[in-house]
Structures are given as structure tokens and as C-alpha cells.
């Protein structure tokens, strides 16, 4: 387990990561636990004493979750797959599945088992997806099944033809909340107890993105419109579904809004998780400035010219809209960058720049993924280092030879 509580030291430096990981085989990744405290301290300051549900796609390693869970101020998981879900609960008290499952096994062995029904949350967003819940789940006897509803966090303008945000759930108004919720609760296998509504053009977008001044104003004016917006109509949505059935959490925000959506009174508790490794898409705000924690190696193996140096693989690319912000960042040696025309390979990675002069065949170059867990799919283990010593690693959830998507 990756101890979190200890004191925060200072960070580990590239050359001390270098050393540090000299015996182990590349590609490799490496967590840098001073980083990893800082940050964790970060998040639990800005959300201002409200408990943080860590988002496990964020994370995907078992032994960094426990570390986190084990401060004071950080309390459940926010899980990406119902069979992700299950496993954690096999030692996890409260988990949250943060999106809608489809997966009708995955429902049968939760409707089986009284310890799971009473530890994990299901996600619904609409009538639809009750209905297959409900039949999945088969016999109305057993275990109450835990849900979690989600409003629809996004900015629409326009009468709705203009939309700012991530396209989750269809329930958007108070009024789609308080529906479903009297549908669930009629429903003889159902317990409603959450509420949730991720702020996606908030804590995902930098405001403080490097090109366009106007850009960046833009950004921020349309974070603040959307801010102002969602903090109505979220407590509005809160007390409609609560004159309902009683609520035990309504949860919000992500790393990149964690002050923002804390202050709302209808909110009981926010989540995060991007913000303890610190990935390249977090580096361009202005409310908050993570510590990188975790990056990989990558070995360097030609060098086609005087000028450029290659190492093995390296394309490591993150999801979403395809563009430079989505591809790993080689950070040390310095001066070193990807090049236009091959980018990151999937067998082999060309690097230019003034650093590449000087790198030699076995030599390692340091990269930073452009999102949080998508990392630890690539590795078995994220390697320990504390203070430029190799302390222990932390397995992924691959390391473990779990797959959930």
C-alpha cells in the first residue's frame, strides 16, 4: 500500500528517478510519493472539509487507493464499471458506479449478494435504463439495490440548441430528476440514496490554456455562466428529489472544480481523482497547480541522426478528441519534443529538440501521460520512489490481471 499520511519531504527529481529504476526494465513507471502526499493534501484543502470519493478510472491500482482512502477527508470510490465495482467492494465498503452498466452478469451477481447490494451504488439516468436494470436483476426478492441518479450537469443555451459539456444523462431539469426518482422508488427492488452531476466543462478544462488570450477569456467566461447556472438548478434538482425519498450523499465536481462545487450547499460530497498523479491535461489552471507524480520511461534505442535520438514505443495516447494536448509529454532530458510528422509510435517514438544531442543508446527519457489512469493500462506496476529511493510498487489493475473495459 502506498503509504500517504507520511510526511511530505521533498520531491524526487528526474535524475533521482533515473537512479532509482536503474534495475528495473523499461519501459517502466514510476510514482513519486512526495508528489503524490502534496497533491492529496491539495485536494483535501480545496474542498474545504467536504469528503472526496476518489474517482478510480483516475487511479486503477488497488494499493493507491487504499493509501488515499486512508486520510482523513477521503471516503468511498467513485468506480467506472459495475465488475470494477463488485471487486473493489470485495474490500471497499462504498462504491459508486459512476456511469450506467449493461452488463447483465455483472447485475445478476450484485442482485445474489447481500454484501455487495449493500456496498455498491448504481448509476440510472433515465426511465430506459430502470427498465433493463429492473430485468437484468430478475427476481423482485433478494437485496435492495443502491441507486445513484444523475442530472445532467451540462450548459445548455438557446432552448437547448446550443450545448456546453459532456452529453451524459438526459435528465436535465429538476423536474426529469424528481421523475425518475418516483419511478425508482416504486419500484419494490430499489433504494434511492444518491444524487450526482459531473461539471465536465468545468474540472475538465483548463482555463488557463497556453495560445489564444481570447481563448483562455472565452473559457472562463463560459466556466463562470455554467457555474452560476448548475448551482441553481442543482439545488433545485437536490430539493425535488429529496420531497421524494430521503438522500444519503448528492455528489459533484472533479478535480479541476473541486473549491468551486464544495461551496454549494446542496452538494454533500465531491470527487476526485486526475489530481493525485497530476497528468499533462491538468497543467493549465489557474485555481490549483499540481505536482506531476507519475510518469514512465521509455528507453532510448536508435539515433537516426546527430539530432534526434528514438526510443521504444511510447504511443501511449490519452482518450477523447484527437490533438497534441491527447499525446505523452517527454519532459527529461529537457529540450526534448515529439516530432510533427510521426508523433508517438506505437513501436518506436522519434524525439528532437536540443536534449536529444545528447542521449545515447539504453539511455531513458522521461514522459508524463496526458490523463491520470489511462497510464497504468500500459504497466503492471507503478514503481515507489520516495525521496530518490525505490521503495515498494503498487500494482495496476492490469498488474493484477483485471480488465474492465
Same mark, same amino acid.
Given at each position: ?124 439516468? #433515465? ?25 445532467? @450537469? ?10 456546453? *459539456? ?12 424528481? %421523475? ?23 474540472? !475538465? ?14 473559457? %472562463?467566461?463560459?466556466?463562470?455562466? #455554467? ?38 450547499? @446542496? ?75 510521426? *508523433? ?47 521503495? !515498494? ?13
Amino acid at each position: 500500500m502506498a503509504d500517504l499520511s507520511a510526511p511530505r519531504r521533498r520531491r524526487t527529481s528526474f535524475g533521482e528517478l533515473t537512479t532509482a529504476t536503474a534495475g528495473l526494465p523499461a519501459p517502466c513507471a514510476a510514482l513519486d510519493l512526495a508528489a503524490l502526499r502534496t497533491n492529496a493534501a491539495d485536494l483535501l484543502r480545496r474542498a474545504a472539509g467536504k469528503p472526496i470519493r476518489i474517482a478510480s478510472k483516475s487511479v486503477r491500482s488497488r494499493a493507491v487507493l487504499h493509501g488515499a482512502l486512508a486520510l482523513d477527508g477521503m471516503a468511498g470510490v467513485l468506480a467506472y464499471t459495475l465488475p470494477e465495482a463488485l471487486w473493489l467492494a470485495g474490500e471497499i465498503e462504498d462504491v459508486l458506479v459512476g456511469y450506467p452498466t449493461a452488463d447483465e452478469q455483472a447485475l445478476a451477481a450484485l442482485a445474489a449478494d447481500e454484501q455487495l447490494a449493500a456496498r455498491v451504488t448504481l448509476m440510472i439516468d #433515465s426511465a430506459d435504463q430502470l427498465e433493463f436494470t429492473a430485468a437484468a436483476l430478475g427476481s423482485p426478492g433478494g437485496p435492495p439495490i443502491r441507486v445513484c441518479l444523475e442530472l445532467d @450537469a451540462s450548459l445548455r443555451l438557446a432552448a437547448g440548441r446550443l450545448h456546453v *459539456g459532456s452529453r451524459r444523462s438526459p435528465a436535465h431539469s429538476p423536474e426529469a430528476v424528481a %421523475r425518475l426518482a418516483r419511478a425508482v422508488t416504486r419500484h419494490p427492488r430499489f433504494t434511492l440514496v444518491g444524487l450526482m452531476a459531473y461539471e465536465g466543462q468545468i474540472a !475538465g478544462i483548463g482555463d488557463n490554456q497556453p495560445g489564444s488570450p481570447v481563448t483562455r477569456l472565452g473559457v %472562463r467566461a463560459m466556466q463562470r455562466a #455554467s457555474a452560476a447556472e448548475l448551482h441553481e438548478r442543482r439545488a433545485a434538482a437536490v430539493a425535488a428529489v429529496r420531497a421524494v425519498a430521503p438522500l444519503e450523499f448528492v455528489n459533484g465536481g472533479g478535480t479541476g472544480s473541486l473549491e468551486l462545487t464544495s461551496a454549494e450547499e @446542496a452538494v454533500t460530497e465531491v470527487a476526485a481523482g486526475s489530481g493525485l498523479f497530476a497528468p499533462a491535461l491538468f497543467d493549465h489552471y489557474t485555481r490549483f497547480h499540481p505536482l506531476p507524480a507519475a510518469h514512465f520511461a521509455l528507453p532510448v534505442v536508435r539515433r537516426p541522426s546527430p539530432r534526434h535520438a528514438t526510443v521504444l514505443g511510447g504511443g501511449w495516447i490519452a482518450s477523447g478528441p484527437p490533438g497534441r494536448d491527447r499525446l505523452p509529454v517527454p519532459v527529461w532530458p529537457r529540450g526534448l519534443r515529439l516530432l510533427a510528422t510521426e *508523433g508517438a509510435g506505437e513501436v518506436q517514438t522519434p524525439l528532437g529538440g536540443p536534449g536529444a544531442a545528447g542521449l545515447r543508446i539504453g539511455d531513458r527519457v522521461w514522459f508524463r501521460h496526458a490523463k491520470a489512469g489511462e497510464l497504468c493500462e500500459h504497466v503492471d506496476e507503478l514503481h515507489l520512489v520516495d525521496e530518490g529511493r525505490l521503495t !515498494g510498487s503498487a500494482p495496476t489493475y492490469r498488474g493484477e490481471g483485471k480488465t474492465f473495459l
